[in-house]
């Protein structure tokens, strides 16, 4: 079989359409079609089941693709080994949320960045960074949303704590540090709140898991950056649930509080995305075990 037919089948496979797959492998639509019909015609059997929306494999397509797909990406990895030296110095595009790309992935691939490797990043949501990755604009994608799509493969990184704050100000007018434990989350019905979303994603995630309940909490300022959160509940705006590593600097000095300590508290796990079978490619290899060395310290 002709190996390049190989890599387009593997590519369908992966991305569940011939239009996805055209797109990554620089190729036009009916020519990804066309390669696809030359292999069911040398296999003698259909491959793909066409669908409204892309293409599902067949028994015979799964099969296909589990026997030849890890053995193409071993091949595409000795060829980019072969020019370790010019591969290893392509361009990274990274892609991730503001405030953890800023403080914590950008640190860490600061000596890669020294020896050679260039990096461009995006800042973006998460569905956008996923759907982007998938197309082929992004190299590595941190989040905190598993993909699904066949076409990415995820890796846990880190798990971050998350942490309910306010101001000293804030937490003397509700009773003191006793007073949530006391009383519960209605010790809090009266502090306004600052999020990153209107949705009050962490704060809603907070509620469920320790206190087992539903928040009826309307946000009083939404800022897209956590970094500016925080700074709204320095400057005593309200509360918010937000990363202890991005606020332990601020508990220490005395600017904000811990609300509430609990046994268990909330995390939110932070995953690598990358498109399945890139992994080969030196640069992105190096960024990807990179970040997973560094999270250890975190």
């Known amino acids: 079989m002709d190996l390049a037919l190989l890599r387009t089948f593997v590519t369908v496979h992966r991305a569940g359409s011939f239009t996805r797959?055209?797109?990554?492998?620089?190729?036009?639509?009916?020519?990804?079609?066309?390669?696809?019909?030359?292999?069911?015609?040398?296999?003698?059997r259909p491959l793909f089941h066409r669908l409204p929306r892309g293409v599902a494999p067949t028994t015979i397509g799964d099969e296909l693709a589990h026997k030849v797909a890890p053995h193409l990406d071993a091949l595409l990895q000795i060829a980019e080994h072969e020019l370790d030296d010019e591969s290893a110095s392509r361009t990274l595009h990274l892609v991730g949320p503001p405030t953890f790309t800023s403080l914590r992935a950008l640190p860490a691939l600061a000596?890669?960045?020294?020896?050679?490797?260039?990096?461009?990043?995006?800042?973006?949501r998460?569905?956008?960074?996923?759907?982007?990755?998938?197309?082929?604009h992004h190299d590595l994608a941190i989040g905190t949303v598993q993909p699904r799509d066949r076409l990415l493969a995820a890796t846990p990184l880190w798990d971050e704590e998350q942490v309910l704050i306010?101001?000293?100000?804030?937490l003397e007018r509700i009773g003191g540090p006793s007073a949530v434990r006391t009383h519960g989350p209605s010790a809090l019905d009266d502090v306004p709140v600052i999020s990153?979303?209107?949705t009050l994603p962490l704060l809603t995630h907070y509620w469920s898991a320790v206190f087992d309940a539903r928040t009826s909490h309307v946000p009083a300022v939404v800022v897209p950056d956590l970094r500016a959160v925080l700074g709204c509940v320095i400057a005593g705006v309200g509360m918010a649930v937000l990363p202890r590593y991005l606020c332990s600097e601020a508990m220490t000095r005395g600017q904000v509080s811990a609300l509430l300590d609990p046994p268990l508290p909330p995390l939110r796990t932070y995953f690598l995305s990358v498109r399945a079978g890139t992994l080969a490619l030196p640069n992105i290899a190096r960024a990807h075990d990179h970040l997973l060395r560094a999270a250890g310290a975190w």
């Open 21 to 44: 797959a055209a797109q990554l492998l620089g190729l036009s639509q009916p020519a990804v079609t066309g390669q696809i019909r030359t292999l069911e015609r040398q296999v003698g």
């Open 111 to 124: 000596p890669l960045a020294s020896d050679g490797l260039e990096l461009r990043v995006t800042i973006s």
């Open 126 to 136: 998460e569905e956008e960074a996923l759907a982007g990755l998938a197309a082929g």
């Open 166 to 170: 306010a101001s000293p100000a804030w």
């Open 196 to 198: 990153y979303d209107e």
